[in-house]
């Protein structure tokens, strides 16, 4: 039988190889676009930043060789080193960043603080992605981390401030990036003074972040041309300015040079390399963008195009400015000959929009990473493209991210300054990940402590001579980045404070299982047609809101779901596992749990099949209960059973169930008795015309062998989904006790009530319906 065309032959080893080559050349002519906008831009402002300060009085043929060849030997071992040949291997089902890496170490060693995890969490096949860990014994030094839980809170606050940092570059590039870019027009036009060039980048950003909401999608296509332009432009004016000004600029790849530079310059030469480390900002998109790429595209794309450009234009400016020291001031755009200065300025300011796009869009990603590790309030998430997942767009954040950039521009109105800032901020994340990273070798990989220490001393000393220069500036503007990450600390602080005192005290709070069994399976109150679905943080037990249900309401629905909406430390949940559905109470009680995993990089979409996958999934496993012994429980031995995965990934019939469609207008006119809900409902779906989805009608198809108890129990399933649905939340007040210190007091009554107040409510972040929502209110004294 012939393959389908299109389709390669497996057969054909060279046919699926060329298949592999041409995605993976695809993919890296992508990546130029979204992941190496920031650093192929760095040449507009490197040598400027460099040549300021200090080293004004060191401005000789000799310095500049000096800052050449520092500017080299900085992109092949922090780039290309670290992370073209190590980082780039150490990804998480294909993603990277500092959440992948802490990601790895969670799994493969207990470090993760997040609450509710389970064994069962350890099942998926996500998790498993990487060396066994079961083949090695564990370290001492594993075994002592795991102890300590001061530790594990000191790892995840190092990362946390790995990922403020990486905020603050959100804020940094797009500031240096435009104002670096317009401040071409100052050489061209004269007659711009300098708050005229700021209110043009003012406008451009502006622009840049009122576009966000479309999406990186609808403007992608026109990223990869617009680097390559540009990187094509700056590799030709490099060679010309090589050939034309000062050939022997080749000689200064010596590490003698470096030397040469520091004993002629000393201390002032050292404080300059906060401006030779801007030649590496951008980097670290590399492994944060991973995800939309392959490793093996990005390594390819900086190898053979990123890396060779930027080290041909930095040795063409070098060689243009050995010759004419009194440019430095503008360094690149003096440079580039006359009669292509305005395409090369156009090209230039493009190209520093794109730059600052790939940042913003990796910010949006981080702060919806934190928000899944439980350290960051709730935001408004939108999936801005159908076709690549992950791009996600957070108004929010977008809007701050504006008023901070438009602030350092006008505040600052200097790319020194800003540099000062946006290095200091690129070297600690560096720093960090060099940290994670040296874990990841010996919990993950399984190296000797020797080769990881090898690896941290060695980049350590490089990175840690660059973060103490950029230290230095911290006066002048690198302020900004530490003050940046301290306000986001706090939040992120606060936030995963109060959320972990509110789950302890439900934990500690949970409602005697026993309690319920003496009640019986009514409960002690009448049972009425309908499901209710119990939302609660806990992973096992029943959260304390339910007994305030049954002790103050005369009725409860007949089929009570306990849902937990938690997540995983795996970048994605697949829909087949991503229910796992259990028993509350025996059979007649008719209470179920049901565990929704999410990992830290999926999105919950309102989707609308959430209801109906649910109600498939307790069908399923009620069958499967009753063939499978594991899962089966007497009617007094189970209190809380066993949970089974069950898979979800469309509404279709199964075994189980039969699902036909029907229009939910109709169905709920006619599913409700009270003339008065029936006019509420037909108002609120007039209104909200997008609400309006097409409702699944279940039915039990013709099995004569079912057992009789099974067939009830899905019959009663099927009435209960035709009643309604209603969602019940606890709406929680969390306050401090009063014998709680001052600062506890602090921390909990006004911080995190005020962070509580002003983000978005969980039913509107888990996408609960408004008009079948019922709220408890509690108050947790924590």
């Known amino acids: 039988m012939e393959p389908e065309s299109g389709i390669p032959n497996p057969r054909n080893p060279s046919q699926l190889c060329w298949v592999n080559l041409s995605r993976t050349l695809i993919l890296a002519y992508q990546s130029l676009g979204v992941v190496y906008g920031d650093l192929s831009t760095s040449p507009l402002y490197v040598y400027t930043s460099t040549f300021v300060g200090k080293l004004q009085t060191h401005q000789s043929e000799d310095a500049i060789f000096g800052a050449f060849s520092l500017i080299f030997w900085t992109l092949t071992?922090?780039?290309?080193?670290?992370?073209?040949v190590i980082l780039l291997s150490a990804d998480d089902n294909g993603e990277g960043g500092t959440f992948a890496l802490y990601s790895l170490l969670c799994r493969h060693a207990k470090f993760s603080l997040l609450p509710n995890q389970q064994a069962a969490d350890e099942e998926l096949s996500a998790y498993k992605y990487g060396p066994s860990a079961a083949v090695a014994a564990p370290s001492p030094l594993k075994r002592f981390l795991e102890k300590h839980k001061k530790l594990r809170t000191a790892l995840l606050l190092i990362v946390l401030f790995g990922a403020c940092m990486l905020i603050g570059d959100g804020v940094l590039t797009p500031a240096i990036s435009v104002l670096s870019a317009v401040s071409g027009l100052e050489i061209a036009e004269n007659k711009l003074t300098k708050g005229e060039l700021v209110l043009l980048a003012c406008v451009i950003l502006v622009g840049l972040f009122a576009l966000q909401h479309f999406g990186t999608h609808r403007v992608a296509f026109m990223f990869a041309p617009i680097v390559i332009i540009w990187l094509i432009s700056i590799f030709i004016i490099g060679i010309y300015?090589?050939?034309?000004?000062?050939?022997?600029?080749?000689?200064?790849?010596?590490?003698?040079?470096?030397?040469?530079?520091?004993?002629?310059?000393?201390?002032?030469?050292?404080?300059?390399?906060?401006?030779?480390?801007?030649?590496?900002?951008?980097?670290e998109a590399m492994f944060a963008d991973l995800g939309h790429f392959t490793a093996l595209s990005i390594r390819l794309a900086f190898a053979f195009v990123i890396y060779p450009c930027l080290v041909v234009q930095y040795m063409g400016q070098a060689a243009f400015l050995s010759k004419n020291l009194d440019s430095i001031s503008y360094s690149f755009y003096?440079?580039?000959?006359?009669?292509?200065?305005?395409?090369?300025?156009?090209?230039?300011?493009?190209?520093?929009?794109?730059?600052?796009?790939?940042?913003?869009?990796?910010?949006f990603s981080i702060v919806k990473q934190c928000h899944a590790l439980g350290c960051f309030p709730r935001v408004k998430v939108v999936h801005t493209s159908k076709h690549i997942y992950g791009q996600i767009y957070i108004p929010e954040i977008n809007w701050i991210l504006m008023i901070l950039t438009l602030a350092i521009t006008i505040g600052f109105q200097d790319t020194t300054l800003i540099g000062n800032a946006y290095g200091l901020a690129c070297m600690t994340v560096m720093f960090v990940t060099t940290f994670l990273m040296a874990l990841v070798i010996v919990f993950v990989w399984q190296k000797s402590v020797v080769v990881a220490t090898v690896f941290l001393l060695f980049f350590w000393i490089i990175e840690g001579v660059y973060l103490s220069a950029a230290f230095m500036k911290v006066p002048q503007g690198g302020w900004v980045p530490i003050v940046l990450s301290c306000i986001f600390m706090i939040v992120m602080f606060v936030w995963h404070y109060g959320t972990r005192k509110k789950y302890n005290y439900d934990l500690h709070n949970k409602v005697s299982l026993k309690w319920l069994l003496g009640l019986g399976p009514t409960l002690g109150i009448v049972r009425v047609p309908g499901i209710g679905l119990i939302y609660s943080e806990l992973a096992t037990g029943v959260p304390a809101i339910f007994s305030h249900f049954v002790t103050n309401l005369p009725a409860f629905h007949q089929v009570l779901v306990f849902v937990c909406v938690k997540s995983v430390p795996v970048p994605y949940v697949s829909p087949e596992e991503r229910f796992l559905i259990g028993r509350v109470c025996p059979r007649p009680y008719r209470m179920y749990r049901?565990?929704?995993?999410?990992?830290?990089?999926?999105?919950?979409r309102d989707d609308g099949y959430f209801e109906n996958q649910l109600i498939q999934s307790i069908a399923e496993f009620i069958q499967m209960e009753a063939v499978e012994p594991q899962f089966s429980s007497s009617e007094t031995s189970s209190l809380d059973g066993r949970m089974a995965v069950i898979s979800t990934r469309t509404v279709e019939s199964t075994a189980s169930l039969i699902v036909s469609e029907v229009e939910e207008f109709d169905l709920s006119i006619q599913s409700s008795k009270s003339l008065t809900l029936q006019s509420l409902r037909s108002a609120y779906e007039s209104e909200?015309?997008?609400?309006?989805?097409?409702?699944?009608?279940?039915?039990?198809?013709?099995?004569?062998?079912?057992?009789?108890?099974?067939?009830?129990?899905?019959v009663d399933l099927i009435q209960a989904k035709d009643a309604g649905v209603a969602y019940i939340m606890g709406h929680s007040y969390v306050k401090a006790r009063r014998s709680s210190s001052f600062l506890k007091k602090l921390v909990?009554?006004?911080?995190?009530?005020?962070?509580?107040?002003?983000?978005?409510?969980?039913?509107?972040?888990?996408?609960?319906?408004?008009?079948?929502?019922?709220?408890?209110?509690?108050?947790?004294?924590?």
């Not at 015309?689 to 129990?713: C, K, T, Y």
Request: net charge positive; aromatic share 12%; with cysteine.
């Open 334 to 363: 003096n440079s580039i000959p006359d009669p292509v200065f305005w395409p090369v300025f156009v090209i230039a300011t493009l190209a520093a929009i794109v730059g600052s796009q790939a940042v913003i869009t990796a910010t």
């Open 241 to 283: 300015n090589t050939i034309h000004w000062n050939p022997s600029i080749i000689q200064a790849i010596s590490p003698y040079y470096i030397i040469k530079f520091f004993n002629e310059t000393g201390k002032d030469g050292w404080i300059s390399l906060g401006g030779i480390l801007l030649s590496i900002t951008g980097t």
């Open 594 to 604: 049901c565990i929704v995993r999410y990992g830290y990089k999926d999105i919950q």
């Open 688 to 714: 909200n015309p997008q609400v309006r989805r097409r409702q699944v009608r279940f039915q039990l198809p013709p099995n004569p062998g079912m057992d009789p108890a099974v067939r009830d129990e899905l």
């Open 748 to 782: 909990i009554d006004i911080g995190y009530s005020f962070l509580r107040k002003n983000c978005r409510g969980p039913s509107v972040a888990l996408n609960i319906p408004h008009i079948s929502l019922i709220e408890v209110g509690m108050i947790y004294y924590v």
């Open 77 to 84: 071992l922090l780039p290309l080193l670290k992370y073209v």
